[in-house]
């Protein structure tokens, strides 16, 4: 029983067994479940740890070291060795040990805080904190632009269904249409009212049209399992219908936006801050680095020489470079070049931008253009149907007229679902490169004459 109602399900159609969603929900819904959007909040994630450790350069460092030494030999001192005298009148009364004086052990053991704390670097320690802090808006940059982009390949995905929903629909109209027709021309051939080339052509007709039809089913189930797998649901449908505005954008508004604010131009912006960043570091090489430092002793042996030695010690030091091998001139050229090429990219992105909104303006035009269009011949086209049934039953129009008739209707309404779609995939475009996401997602949910049927 269980395995016969799995069947069942299995060759249920999917508009069946699938949720309906509008477009806000499932925007809403992959902003949550996207994996590429979570591994770019991970990477801004890292780079603000990053950017935190890299705080803790202004910091001093403070470390704790324990040593233990064996020396070939105690450190001793012999007087004898200071008077020379000693050596020519010795007094043999006294032992040689008086005349000696210990100073360690042979082994020694020692326990200290050292302290460390740069007060001048030349710059360099500054410079790599604005590094760590462009990669975090290079990061974050990212992950905007890495949102947009699935923005637009979730308005293709779900507006996908709607259109193929409607395909099918039309479709299925068109096989009813002619099933009805090719049941009266088998009838008016069997009177002797038709040839019998005018049912044969019905019967083509038909059976071109069931394969369209079986097509269109084929690309709605497909167009949902890729919104379902997008949203990680076993099978979502499209709610929200399709809309067209009643007036296009502005284009100076949405290039003005785009230039503004758009993260490519924004990564770039980090890129340079970056190659910025490591020309200052590099040039601080040549400075010299000014720090303090310290030392406390914790634990020490108890002999002569340790309570010679202080407890503490503090001082300030200083490190000049006169002479490297690591290259610092050629490191500075690179991060040069580096800066140039970000600027270059930069200005050459904002070309490419611009270039993207006039494309995706002049098809959304071009799309409405044909919406509005193809509503007259729409409405030619129902007309032309309508006048040819009648002429049919009556017997003044012949069987493949009527089918032509047929024909051209359903190519009239698969060429606008097609104009339609095009203008919502040029809007969201629009939307996309001028960073107007909620903008869409108002006009998705507008009810009434905005919308296209």
């Not at 760590?132 to 992950?143: D, T």
């Not at 011949?377 to 149907?385: D, G, I, P, R």
């Not at 309508?386 to 009556?394: C, E, T």
């Not at 359903?410 to 679902?417: D, K, Y």
Request: net charge neutral.
């Amino acid at each position: 029983m269980k395995r016969s109602f799995c069947i069942f399900l299995l060759i249920l159609p999917l508009s069946i067994q699938a949720k309906s969603i509008d477009f806000d929900h499932a925007w809403q819904q992959l902003l949550q479940v996207s994996d590429k959007l979570q591994a770019g909040t991970q990477e801004i994630n890292r780079a603000q740890a990053e950017q935190a450790a890299g705080e803790d350069m202004d910091l001093p460092s403070i470390n704790l070291t324990g040593s233990y030494t064996r020396l070939e030999k105690p450190l001793e001192l012999d007087l004898r060795d200071l008077n020379p005298v000693a050596l020519i009148n010795p007094l043999p009364a006294l032992p040689a040990s008086l005349f000696v004086t210990p100073f360690s052990e042979q082994d020694i053991f020692r326990s200290s805080l050292k302290a460390m704390w740069p007060i001048y670097t030349g710059g360099k320690i500054t410079a790599a904190q604005a590094i760590h802090a462009a990669k975090v808006a290079e990061k974050e940059a990212q992950l905007t632009l890495t949102t947009r982009d699935l923005f637009v390949s979730l308005v293709d995905r779900y507006y996908a269904v709607s259109v193929t929903k409607a395909l099918v629909d039309t479709q299925k109209q068109l096989v009813d249409s002619l099933t009805l027709h090719a049941s009266h021309a088998q009838k008016l051939e069997a009177q002797g009212q038709i040839a019998k080339v005018e049912r044969l052509s019905a019967q083509v007709a038909l059976e071109n049209a069931k394969v369209s039809y079986g097509s269109a089913k084929r690309q709605a189930e497909m167009a949902m399992i890729g919104l379902s797998r997008m949203l990680h649901e076993p099978q979502v449908d499209s709610l929200s219908p399709m809309f067209m505005l009643e007036k296009a954008p502005s284009l100076p508004q949405l290039s003005q936006l785009a230039m503004n604010q758009h993260p490519a131009l924004k990564l770039l912006k980090a890129k340079e801050d970056q190659a910025q960043g490591l020309i200052n570091v590099e040039k601080g090489s040549y400075y010299p680095t000014v720090f303090l430092y310290g030392n406390y002793t914790l634990y020490e042996d108890d002999s002569l020489l340790s309570k010679l030695e202080p407890d503490w010690m503090v001082g300030v030091g200083v490190n000049i470079p006169l002479f490297s091998r690591d290259g610092r001139s050629g490191k500075v050229e690179a991060a040069k070049s580096a800066l140039l090429q970000a600027r270059y990219t930069k200005a050459q992105t904002q070309q490419d931008l611009n270039l993207l909104l006039e494309q995706s303006y002049r098809q959304l035009l071009q799309a409405q253009e044909e919406v509005l269009s193809l509503n007259t011949s729409l409405s030619l086209a129902k007309e032309n149907k309508r006048l040819r049934n009648i002429a049919f039953a009556q017997g003044l129009s012949t069987s493949i007229e009527k089918i032509d008739a047929e024909l051209k209707l359903t190519a009239v309404e698969t060429q606008q679902l097609a104009a339609q779609y095009r203008y919502i995939q040029a809007y969201a475009r629009l939307m996309a490169i001028s960073g107007q996401l909620d903008e869409f997602i108002g006009r998705s949910l507008e009810p009434g004459e905005h919308n296209a049927h």
